[in-house]
């Protein structure tokens, strides 16, 4: 046996994982139960506790982290901070195997954080019902260090964020759901395909095990990458699998649409890093420029179509793509360096365009039209509000000091760095892109914040109110944080991702 | 207080200050509201100056300071930290920095009285001062780029400032833009040095062994972004329209930030380009373009800030051509004496348009006796311009002519004929600069008035149409603002003496002055140019000298008609490019996909219907099948 069994005598960090899912389950539970009138209070209550338990890991970060902290060549060479690990259906080799590392902390504050927020924000009590049995898969989908089980939570996400954009969407909510679900369904199809491969091929779904350690033959890497990546890529989503993301973020309402960007999303591009390149990381070699095109198509193509958007939220979800791309791009160059910047990637997009899409539905709410055409002027009439949205476009055009840059910027120094015409050409169009996205969120300010005010923006009110700054206050303060101190993000992920990429030191 | 202390509090007051001005409440009427803005933007200039006057009088050595730095990020195998190294040079340049800030802080004080939007302003101001001490004190090449885009930022937010310019939105975009395509140069220019080094630190990469394609092609990268700051040719369009924004940030930007920056950056990573022949010869052909480009633009133009905009464009080009014939000290040189003489004029220009209600020239004429101090800055800022001995720009200018005839007898890295090149425009715009100086200072402040009849001015100063009223006559602006300019008049006229001071020379490593023959050149020229303005005023009075251009006269008020060629050759293709893949994206990928979808319903259907079959179909169809499967079995058997 490669582990001892520890009989349930469980630590205090491993309880802490349990009650990380457990919490926000169970306050989906009450919620709904709760009367209405009380549900913003409940769920706010129960989205804190699961955003404050999601900080605790850091206490539990082993302190001597470091290249010396290898040991023996048997010992599994990926340790999480913490690890939970409980047998659940052995017949189908399916373990209930939970762990905190440097790369899945961040994400897991993110969520914690976003949800916490936009249960703050709505008054919607089935609503924030869904948002926490969200909260549960995609936490789930970041804890998980088992294959099987990660494809579970993988799928836990799917049906409530369905149900979110159908039940509270826009006018044409239903097409928008229906095809965010399938088309993601099609996607979990390929990624149910891949898991089964390689817990086959390989005899374990352990992905400690299964991380930097050849269980698997080349061709069955190349197999299992492909499908794996094309998964991801549905969800990331990566150009040309993106058409499913701006129909979901027109319709989708506030809430839906700042955790679908800020935190589904992200289940793509860790999926990626943790299972992609984890599992099979000479696939990953095999496929990395395929990725690189992609992930550059993805940047260009975005920046290109925001250009010409005339819908605020459909905009936004554009940038999205781009956004990604450079997430991408960082993965595809296979370096630390790279893959961290793709990690603040998606950190900084996860705060920005949830700040972003807050400040855009609150506008469309207002206003009643999302159309730039109809937009115009809201510096004369809302100043506080212009000046956030200002703020928002102007860090998600990636400006250096504020988080959106750190990301971008390194993965076209990474993309040098790997050298060669190939990857250098990759790296110049990225930067091209960079001026492109600027080019599309001045654009965006210059229609929506500059000039006369329309009679639309003329009748909104100006004042953003308590629950709205409580809301923002935070996305607003992290990105400037992060922006200033990216090793906030980074403090704990060279080491894994040395052992992910199979780089011995 | 050390230079550890000093150098990283220099960039880091204004930035934090800015911060805390932008969180200020909005609004306007509050005059509590309005003296706290106020004071928080003084504070932070004024502060900025002190420590910079810390450091001009004990710099950093180049061998202080890696470690003193704060880890920011370790991406991979590199380290950004937050450290500083200020050096005798950049602590002069801060000291232009700081205190050309300080004068527009306290200037825009009252030249924005009546705007409500005084508060984020003041703030701006700030983090613009700061974004560009980090470039002038940072020594990590990422801190650097940080400073460089920040200063983008704002320039952004201050050019659009003004709400009632129906242009200033599409300029302060331009602008952002403009800088923003050279920035993709500059981020890959730093991309590669970066890499290759191993490290971002700027006395690290600076002491690399690059190979000689890798150093050029980041070099000529880097330029790019130069070339954007920096408003040199091919980039360089956005600033004449840059003059959207409020006067004391056209100022900011000509004289302390943005556009220096680009010549800082060149001069911080000089030790690079000495090495490179090549991208000193782009660069020379970029400054001998962008002086004579600016120099002869400047000679058409009606708005009086227009004139200053584009004489920023050619000064800039002297400094760039400096650098080129490999003189990075006449660069930085005349890098400060323009720093005084060019904030001095736009802050004069700033009062003579809140004085007459009017940019344009033609509107002018006879604010002498009425704004004497106006007027003595003016005498003052463009002699210095035109490079009037003994005032600073001559000797500034000077030493750039003399380092580039030095140059042409070969020997430098430059190849002579871009000496050649350098040396021929920068005389010729000798002539050209003394010209339109002429014609601005008499066109403004003599002959009669040419101001508009009893029905006021058609473009008010102020931001408030209805309580404006145009004073009887021009006068010469309050105290905030006059102080500013008597202030700035003092190194505009005089810096150019500091050449004599040793302790300056050293710190600048700047050769001795010397004046020989080679000066009875350029002073011919400018008595020329100088001569024919007033002689073109004079013979036909109340006519513009620029009608002499005849034709040609339009085609430089438009600047070569730059911008349509910049609006056929990247503006309409990348609209174009957006459309092909708006459309692309709709019709094809988002199509297959819906497609998809449609297909499987319609296939769906289909076999629904087949369902349907009546019976004896159906029976027919049992049993074919029944008879496939059987056919399958036996041959498979």
């Given amino acids: 046996m490669y582990r001892d069994y520890v009989e349930p005598a469980w630590s205090a960090p491993q309880l802490l994982l349990i009650a990380l899912l457990l919490v926000p389950a169970l306050g989906a539970i009450v919620v709904a139960l709760a009367p209405a009138a009380r549900s913003r209070l409940v769920a706010g209550a129960f989205a804190t506790v699961t955003f404050v338990l999601s900080v605790l890991p850091i206490l539990m970060r082993p302190n001597d982290f470091g290249w010396f902290a290898y040991g023996p060549a048997d010992r599994p060479p990926l340790v999480p901070w913490i690890d939970l690990d409980l047998p659940w259906v052995p017949a189908l080799g399916l373990e209930f195997h939970l762990g905190v590392d440097g790369v899945s902390y961040p994400l897991i504050v993110l969520t914690g954080l976003l949800t916490a927020l936009c249960c703050a924000y709505t008054k919607k009590k089935g609503l924030a019902a869904l948002l926490l049995v969200l909260e549960v898969g995609v936490l789930g989908t970041f804890l998980a260090l088992d294959l099987i089980l990660f494809f579970l939570f993988f799928e836990v996400v799917l049906l409530p964020m369905y149900a979110v954009i159908a039940g509270w969407g826009g006018p044409n909510r239903r097409a928008a759901a229906r095809k965010f679900v399938l088309y993601t369904l099609a996607g979990s199809v390929l990624l149910l395909l891949g898991v089964l491969l390689v817990v086959t091929k390989a005899g374990t779904g352990d992905l400690i095990l299964l991380t930097g350690s050849p269980h698997l033959d080349r061709t069955t890497q190349y197999a299992a990458f492909a499908l794996l990546a094309v998964a991801f890529a549905v969800k990331a989503p990566l150009w040309p699998l993106h058409t499913w993301l701006p129909d979901a973020h027109t319709e989708a309402p506030t809430v839906g649409s700042v955790i679908l960007a800020g935190v589904l999303l992200k289940m793509g591009t860790y999926g990626l890093i943790r299972v992609g390149l984890g599992v099979a990381p000479d696939g990953a070699a095999w496929a990395s420029p395929v990725l690189g095109i992609l992930a550059v198509i993805a940047i260009i193509v975005g920046a290109l179509i925001c250009l010409r958007q005339t819908e605020l939220k459909r905009l936004i979800a554009y940038s999205s793509v781009g956004h990604m791309g450079f997430v991408l791009l960082g993965i595809a160059t296979l370096s630390v360096a790279g893959i961290q910047a793709a990690l603040l990637g998606n950190i900084a997009h996860g705060l920005i365009t949830g700040l972003l899409f807050f400040l855009a539905g609150t506008i469309k709410d207002r206003a009643g039209t999302g159309s730039l055409n109809q937009l115009s002027g809201l510096r004369e009439t809302a100043p506080r509000l212009a000046a956030l949205l200002g703020f928002a476009a102007i860090a998600s055009l990636g400006l250096p000091g504020l988080a959106g840059f750190w990301g971008e910027a390194f993965a076209v120094i990474a993309a040098v760095d790997r050298g060669g015409p190939f990857w250098l050409t990759l790296a110049a169009v990225a930067a091209i892109g960079g001026a492109l996205t600027a080019a599309y969120f001045l654009r965006l300010l210059r229609r929506v914040t500059h000039g006369p005010a329309t009679p639309e923006v003329r009748s909104l009110s100006p004042a953003i109110t308590g629950t709205e700054w409580l809301a923002w206050s935070p996305l607003i303060l992290l990105t400037l944080a992060i922006g200033v101190a990216p090793a906030l993000v980074l403090s704990d992920t060279a080491q894994p991702l040395t052992t992910l990429l199979g780089i011995r030191p | 207080m050390s230079v550890d202390v000093a150098g990283p509090l220099l960039p880091l007051v204004p930035l934090l200050l800015g911060l805390i001005g932008l969180a200020l409440p909005p609004g306007d009427g509050d005059r509590n509201r309005r003296r706290l803005a106020a004071g928080i933007g003084v504070t932070g200039a004024a502060v900025a100056l002190l420590l910079a006057f810390r450091l001009v009088l004990d710099p950093a050595q180049s061998s202080d300071g890696w470690d003193t730095g704060l880890t920011l990020a370790v991406i991979g195998d590199l380290e950004v930290r937050f450290s500083t190294l200020v050096d005798a040079a950049a602590a002069y340049v801060a000291l232009a920095v700081t205190a050309v800030a300080l004068c527009v802080q306290i200037y825009s004080i009252t030249y924005l009285h009546d705007d409500p939007r005084y508060a984020p302003y003041a703030a701006q101001v700030s983090l613009f001062t700061g974004a560009m001490l980090l470039v002038v004190a940072g020594s990590d090449l990422i801190l650097m780029l940080i400073g460089w885009e920040v200063m983008g930022a704002c320039s952004y937010l201050l050019i659009g400032h003004d709400r009632r310019l129906p242009e200033a939105p599409a300029a302060a975009v331009k602008a952002f833009l403009v800088t923003r395509i050279g920035d993709i140069g500059f981020l890959l220019g730093i991309a590669v040095l970066v890499a290759d080094a191993k490290s971002t630190y700027l006395p690290d990469v600076l002491a690399h062994d690059y190979s000689p394609g890798t150093l050029t092609a980041a070099l000529l990268l880097i330029l ?156 003052i800022g463009l002699g210095a311009l035109a490079g009037l001995p003994p005032l600073s720009g001559f000797w500034s200018k000077e030493n750039v002519l003399t380092a580039a005839a030095h140059a042409t007898e070969g020997g430098e890295t430059a190849p002579a004929w871009a000496a050649w090149l350098v040396w021929l425009a920068a005389l010729l715009s000798v002539g050209v600069t003394a010209w339109y100086a002429t014609r601005l200072f008499l066109r403004a402040f003599f002959g009669p008035s040419r101001a508009p009849g009893p029905y006021g001015p058609a473009w008010e100063v102020g931001f408030d149409d209805a309580r404006y009223q145009v004073p009887a006559a021009p006068h010469d602006p309050p105290a905030p603002m006059r102080w500013p300019l008597i202030l700035l008049a003092i190194p505009a006229a005089l810096l150019g003496l500091a050449a004599f001071a040793p302790g300056f020379r050293t710190a600048l490593e700047l050769d001795d002055p010397h004046l020989g023959v080679a000066v009875a050149l350029p002073m011919l020229l400018l008595a020329t140019g100088a001569g024919t303005a007033w002689w073109l005023w004079w013979a036909v009075p109340g006519a513009d000298p620029a009608l002499a251009l005849g034709r040609a006269g339009p085609f430089l008020a438009a600047g070569f008609r730059l911008d349509d060629v910049q609006h056929r050759l990247v503006v309409r293709p990348a609209e174009a490019l957006a459309r092909w893949a708006t459309t692309g994206d709709t019709r094809i990928v988002d199509a297959a996909v819906m497609g998809t979808g449609t297909g499987t319903s319609r296939a769906g259907d289909a076999l629904k219907e087949a369902h349907r079959l009546p019976l004896p179909a159906a029976a027919v169809a049992v049993c074919a099948a029944a008879l496939l499967l059987g056919a399958i079995a036996w041959w498979g058997a």
Avoid: C
């Fill in chain 2, 224 to 379: 790019a972004g130069v070339a954007g700051k920096s408003a040199q040719f091919p980039l360089h369009t956005w600033l004449p329209d840059a003059m959207a924004g409020p006067t004391p940030i056209s100022a900011l930007i000509h004289a302390a930030t943005m556009v220096a920056a680009g010549v800082y950056v060149v001069f911080r990573l000089f030790p690079l380009y000495a090495q490179s022949p090549a991208a000193l010869a782009t660069l020379a052909v970029m400054a001998s373009v962008t002086i004579l480009i600016g120099a002869l633009s400047a000679t058409a133009q009606d708005d009086l800030k227009r004139v200053l905009a584009w004489s920023t464009v050619s000064q800039i080009g002297y400094m760039t051509g400096a650098l080129a014939v490999g003189s990075p000290a006449a660069a930085l040189f005349h890098l400060l004496t323009h720093a005084a003489f060019k904030a001095l004029l736009f802050l004069a220009a700033g009062a003579v348009i809140h004085a007459v209600g009017t940019n344009l020239l033609s509107r002018m004429g006879g604010l002498r006796p009425h704004m004497p101090v106006t007027f003595w800055s003016f005498a």
